[in-house]
């Protein structure tokens, strides 16, 4: 026995009582731990190889949820654009109307008020420009009926939490989503 092993099994074991057994042990053990970082050997830890790999079952059933969560979720940002705003609606006459205001308010106006109705003259183009193109949700409400019954039973969403949100009677219905979910 070295001198160092020696000292190794008195820092453990105080005495030295039959060295050659107790040097075998710490031997035993000085294999088992390892010798780099802290923690245990990887003898111990299941090696990644060892995970099992997802099913084909669980892939499709992860596409499908993503699927219809983008399908819903296009419907229902498509449905809160085409709602309609709160107030009285404005024709394209009165922004018409309003733009030449705006305009002769200009030739006169501070620094200040020229660019605060510099933006409302932006803003009030704008709406003009998108007044006519109303939001086409056919298409969205479309993929929504296809997958609206599955979502709804995936997620535990009810008929009262659809409509409250301000999905149609009528779409619910052809989507088969009973009131009782």
Same mark, same amino acid.
């Given at each position: 026995?070295?001198?160092? %092993? =020696? ?5 453990? =074991? ?9 040097? %075998? ?6 294999? /088992? ?10 003898? =111990?830890?299941?090696?990644? @190889? ?22 819903? !979720? ?15 609606? !404005? ?16 030739? @006169?106006?501070?620094?200040? %008020? ?13 709406? #003009?420009? $998108?007044?006519? @193109? ?9 993929? #929504? *009926?296809? /997958?609206?019954?599955?979502? $709804?039973? !995936? ?9 409250? #949100?301000?999905?149609?009677?009528? *779409? ?10």
């Amino acid at each position: 026995m070295t001198q160092k %092993n =020696f000292a190794v099994c008195q820092a453990l =074991f105080i005495t030295p009582q039959i060295p050659a057994q107790k040097l %075998n042990i710490i031997q035993k053990l000085v294999s /088992v731990v390892p010798t780099k970082g802290v923690g245990i050997s990887s003898d =111990f830890m299941p090696s990644k @190889s060892d995970k099992s790999a997802m099913s084909d079952d669980h892939k499709a059933a992860l596409a499908q949820g993503r699927h219809e969560s983008r399908v819903v !979720r296009d419907y229902l940002e498509a449905l809160k654009s085409s709602k309609p705003k709160r107030g009285r609606k !404005r024709t394209a006459e009165s922004i018409q109307k309003r733009l030449s205001a705006v305009e002769v308010e200009l030739t @006169s106006a501070d620094p200040l %008020n020229e660019l605060l109705l510099l933006q409302e003259r932006r803003d009030l183009q704008d709406e #003009f420009e $998108s007044l006519g @193109s109303g939001t086409d949700i056919s298409s969205a409400e479309a993929e #929504f *009926v296809k /997958v609206a019954l599955d979502y $709804s039973k !995936r997620r535990h969403i009810s008929y009262a939490t659809w409509r409250e #949100f301000g999905v149609d009677a009528a *779409v619910l219905k052809r989507a088969g989503v009973p009131r009782s979910l």
